[in-house]
């Protein structure tokens, strides 16, 4: 079974970056499509970004394009999120999820594991 465990969220003052990362176990991790989602109080889960295992292929949100950046490190079995020009708006608990190519990959149903979630709060 896969296992994910994602780390580096924290508080940021507005305009701040973070990096998250998220290590995988128990998968043949560079087959898989990775993504970030994230679920603020009160509010529904949302895709942030996605990378795809084979073709390494990126896709992002509008509201994070050109301040997120999402990679991967295939030897290390790690994929990361860089939070850059972080806004009060970005406040929530990010989860890292791996599934196959399926969809668009903007779904939380196009993955079949979770993350536990790492709190990243902004500071207005």
């Known amino acids: 079974q896969g296992q994910l465990v994602e780390s580096g969220g924290g508080l940021v003052p507005a305009g701040g970056s973070l990096r998250l990362s998220c290590a995988v176990s128990?998968?043949?991790?560079?087959?898989?499509?990775m993504g970030w989602f994230r679920q603020a109080p009160g509010k529904e889960r949302e895709f942030v970004a996605r990378i795809r295992g084979s073709t390494g292929s990126i896709w992002y949100a509008d509201s994070v394009r050109g301040r997120f950046t999402i990679s991967r490190d295939n030897v290390e079995n790690t994929v990361y999120l860089q939070m850059n020009s972080l806004k009060p708006e970005d406040m929530a608990v990010y989860y890292c999820a791996a599934g196959p190519t399926r969809g668009l990959g903007v779904r939380s149903w196009d993955y079949d594991y979770w993350g536990q979630g790492t709190q990243v709060t902004v500071s207005s």
């Open positions: 128990g998968l043949t991790f560079s087959t898989y499509s």
